[in-house]
């Protein structure tokens, strides 16, 4: 029965609230099909869901969830999560869906000349469909290659020990009132205007956010530094954290910043009960990988990175 209902799924509209919060249970009942869990009201938070258009869903015969998909704008990628049992045929018309969609937005301020999908290693039906549907896999292509890693750390390991530098605090933000200062160090972490305040004050009023996990570094002279937001939910029977996303002001990324609020927030975690904590990031020329494995995170899963190229500015 389940079987038939996700061949016959058909696509429809985006309702709002409630479609998040189902999209949100799909990606947490099969968590290792999707890049993505905990720290999913980030990415739900964002602008580019403003707009209904850039969000597809997929409901089987009796209205249950089975495929979702969103055009996330500010990260030029295309997120999405598929029932396990989904076979090939589902999966094409996902992405047909989005191949049109950026289409669609071209010339737009929503358009993109390229669009990329994040796919887990060993997830090799997905490949293929990616592949067929145009995507080319960067991890090989000279200067410009990319590839990802998710890395965890998990419950018992040791806790990193990271000073932090003279006249320097940690405290978690301060609420929508700091809201415009944080977008502005964002930005210019970085270099990108994708961050708004809008955005960033969304994810203060989601159920899932914990004030005391948004932590901010601040300066002897009352500047914000540096920024790490922790997420953290229930996957599996477990409870989890998440770190999305952490930054440090491009004129102060010597002075240990980055693995001071990292060791306080993990911290924080480890208190709240998180049995095991998840970052995304590159997986070569990246100090921040460094400063993950100091911390005690190790890369559990490859992350190759697909690319269609769609023409335009």
Known sequence: MLWEAIVQAKRRGFCGAADVEAMGALARAYPGDTLHVVDLP?????????????????????????AWAVMQTPFWTIDYACHPQAGPELHRQVLDWADQRARQALGTPGG??????????????????????????????????WSKVLMAQAAGAPSPVAKLPAGFAIRPLAGEGEVEAYVALHRAVFESRSMTAEW?????????????????????????AAFCVFWLDEVGGESCGQIE?????????????????????????????????????????????????????????DVLVYRKDYGGE
């Open 200 to 224: 960033r004050a969304r994810t203060l009023r989601c159920p899932e956010y914990v004030p005391e996990l948004d932590l901010v570094a601040v300066a002897p002279d009352g500047r914000l």
């Open 42 to 66: 980030y990415r739900f938070s964002s602008w580019a869901m403003d707009e209904p258009e850039n969000v597809g869903l997929w409901a089987g015969e009796y209205g249950q969830l089975v």
């Open 112 to 145: 993109r000349p390229c669009w990329f999908v994040m796919v887990l290693n060993g997830q090799d039906h997905r490949i293929r469909c990616l592949e067929a549907a145009g995507f080319a896999c960067q991890a090989d292509v000279g200067g410009d290659s």
């Open 245 to 301: 996303p952490l930054g440090v002001r491009p004129d102060l990324t010597n002075l240990g910043l980055g693995r001071a609020i990292l060791a306080e927030g993990l911290g924080r975690l480890d208190s709240l009960g998180a049995r095991r904590v998840y970052v995304e990031t590159d997986s070569y020329r990246n100090p921040a990988l460094r400063v993950y494995e100091s911390a005690g995170f190790r890369v559990i899963r």
